[in-house]
């Protein structure tokens, strides 16, 4: 993974052993060919996806006419539309094959509203993703801040406290790609 901080870490990172577990044994690795689109623009989608290999585009307007971005392995995509239950804003295509694990939207839903623990871990996840994207759209938006400085997330006093969050985050997408294989 390169050394930009991957939103599925920020997810995986808060969960304990028993939540991972879950997730492998609840999601389904799914290979997209190059070419295929995942998710379509104003279209619901059925699951939250975790990109184990590979890179998909992200681009809005039915023809893919304006590029948003790039998505590798250890991102999470459909977060905005599994939180909001509205469909897409963008579409996501392959660029190349790709391997994700689905997690089907009912069965995170019915785990979410079970387990008030995995709720809450979860959530959190999403919340520094969220957190993260906003601060990257600021800095695009031309306030000119420096955008490899993780102060900026995490403030002066959380810097070292969220790398090793991270790093404890990266060894569990690791574990997760390990013990897929072993299902697969």
Known sequence: MDDRPKKALFIL???DDDDLRWIIYKGKVQTLPAGETLIYEGRPIA????????????SIH?????????????????????????APLATVQALEKTQ????????????????????????????????NRMRGTVRRLGYQLDEE???????????????DFLTLAE??????????????
């Not at 060894?171 to 697969?184: Q, R």
Request: overall charge neutral; aromatic content about 10%.
């Open 171 to 184: 060894a569990k997408f690791n574990w997760l790609l390990y013990n897929l294989k072993l299902i697969n």
């Open 100 to 131: 994700l694990l689905a997690i089907p939207r009912y069965e995170l839903t019915m785990k979410l509203r079970n387990s008030s623990k995995f709720s809450s871990r979860f959530y959190q996840g999403i919340c520094l993703c969220l957190a």
């Open 149 to 163: 400085d993780p102060d900026l997330l995490f403030g002066d006093d959380f810097t070292q406290n969220m790398q």
């Open 13 to 15: 990172g808060g969960l």
């Open 62 to 86: 039915p023809n893919g006419d304006r590029e948003l971005a790039h998505l590798s392995q250890g991102e999470v995509v459909g977060e905005i539309s599994f939180l909001d239950n509205r």
């Open 47 to 58: 699951a939250l996806y975790i990109v184990l290999s590979g890179t998909l585009r992200v």
